[in-house]
């Protein structure tokens, strides 16, 4: 393999050579499947897991197209609009764009809620060709007359499934009918649930599907493990956990917001440098963490499923679930954090009594069993009971049985 891949794939020189300056000299499966029929002209819907090239798939066709159309950006009106679920990834898309962009006359800017809207507004009246954005800071923007879509020529949808796991969906679907009809379209997602095909659908015409690993499958590189552990104990296994030294970069994860602020404290107490991010705390805050964690000033971020997408850190050495999450695609999502690329990752959890039935989900999902730490409790190696319903008591009941009418089998029975 040599430097000029992202040449053959169509992309321009300088281009590559923005990608020399970042020793990206290989394209990765998503980027080769993507960026051919992107220049094109061809709408596509992507499906990869996280982590594997996608922001550079779009964002590298985008930019060389524009750099090739005629005119410039007008006040208020971008000319690509790329909607993310968080503000994280917006951000981590905009550094993308940054830095991809190097030698290009094309302006960017990255608009999100959280944060006062000043210099948004003032970013878009000068004039910015490509805008990433949240849907409900684009869409409070476009009602103030700030952002106009008349001239958006390319539309990128990113981490659908995510959107439709944070109630987005209602704002995609205002957005959409308000873009030109005339347009090149693209949406990516990590799984397809059948409201995702359905908006693809509407979105995209007659697209381009590339598909470069199963949905849902975790990176073969990472290995995965769980502990059943009782909820009380939970606290002291992760500090086992922590206290091995391997153990050099660790996003935690936790379901609620006040109990990442907890852990991170019960960390620092015992002498674990860590970190809280989840939705409460304000974006400067946020920002704050991730580049104490991203620079190894702290070795631990604990994190909600803010954290599950979006945030590219390299070298993530585990992923601790000290919470199981209810839907199994954020327990993938969440593990994709580490062994990005091309390195390994771990990723451990810890599964009370009450989340076994979460477990079992992901097992499902995933294809697989996890392989457990320690011994297994009796009760979480059986099979998922199935809750029948009873014969209804009384005479009818006892009659029944004596004529051996709706009789169950024993099994049944005590299944039931």
């Known amino acids: 393999m040599n430097n000029s891949q992202f040449a053959q794939l169509g992309l321009s020189e300088t281009l590559c050579l923005a990608l020399n300056k970042r020793n990206h000299t290989t394209p990765t499966p998503i ?29 590298l066709p985008i930019l060389h197209l524009l750099a090739e159309a005629e005119g410039k950006a007008k006040p208020n009106k971008p000319r690509a609009l790329i909607l993310a679920p968080t503000r994280e990834l917006a951000i981590q898309i905009g550094a993308e764009i940054e830095a991809y962009k ?22 878009l009246r000068r ?18 007359g700030h952002v106009r879509f008349s001239a958006v020529r390319f539309f990128v949808l990113d981490e659908a499934d995510r959107m439709l796991d944070m109630g ?24 397809m649930p059948k409201e995702i095909a359905g908006l693809a659908a509407d ?65 620092c107490n015992v002498g ?16 704050r963490a991730l ?14 499923d803010i954290a599950a997408r ?54 499902r999902l995933i294809g697989a069993k996890i392989p457990v730490v320690g011994e297994e409790p009796a009760e979480a190696a059986q099979p998922e009971k199935t809750n029948k319903p009873r014969p209804a008591k009384g005479k009818g009941r006892r009659r029944n049985r004596r004529r051996g009418k709706n009789r169950q089998p024993e099994s049944a029975r005590r299944a039931a």
């Open 102 to 123: 190097a030698g290009l006359s094309i302006r960017h800017t990255v608009i999100f809620g959280g944060v006062s809207q000043n210099r948004q507004v003032e970013a």
């Open 310 to 363: 979006g945030i590219d850190i390299d070298s993530v050495t585990h992923v601790i679930n000290y919470e199981l999450p209810n839907e199994p695609e954020s327990y993938v999502h969440r593990i994709g954090r580490t062994a990005r690329a091309g390195a390994a990752g771990t990723a451990i959890s810890l599964c009370d009594q009450s989340e076994r039935g979460f477990l079992r989900d992901i097992e």
């Open 272 to 287: 674990i440098e860590a970190d809280a991010i989840n939705g409460n705390k304000s974006q400067n805050a946020r920002q």
């Open 31 to 59: 980027q080769q499947e993507a960026i051919p029929h992107l220049l094109s002209g061809r709408d596509l819907l992507g499906l990869a897991q996280t982590g594997t090239g996608k922001t550079g798939a779009f964002s």
């Open 203 to 267: 979105l995209l015409t007659d697209p381009v599907r590339a598909e470069v690993a199963p949905q849902a499958t975790p990176i073969e590189r990472i290995e995965q493990y769980v502990h059943h552990v009782p909820t009380a104990g939970k606290r002291v296994v992760l500090e086992k956990i922590l206290s091995d030294p391997d153990c050099s970069k660790v996003i935690v994860f936790a379901k609620m917001k006040h109990r990442t602020n907890r852990i991170a404290e019960q960390l």
């Open 291 to 304: 580049k104490r964690f991203k620079s190894g000033e702290v070795r631990v971020l604990v994190a909600t």
């Open 168 to 191: 987005f969906i209602r704002d995609i679907r205002k957005i959409v009918p308000a873009l030109p009809e005339e347009r090149q379209s693209l949406l990516f997602s990590a799984t």
């Open 127 to 144: 004039g910015i060709d490509i805008l990433v954005a949240t849907p409900g800071r684009l869409l409070d923007l476009r009602a103030q």
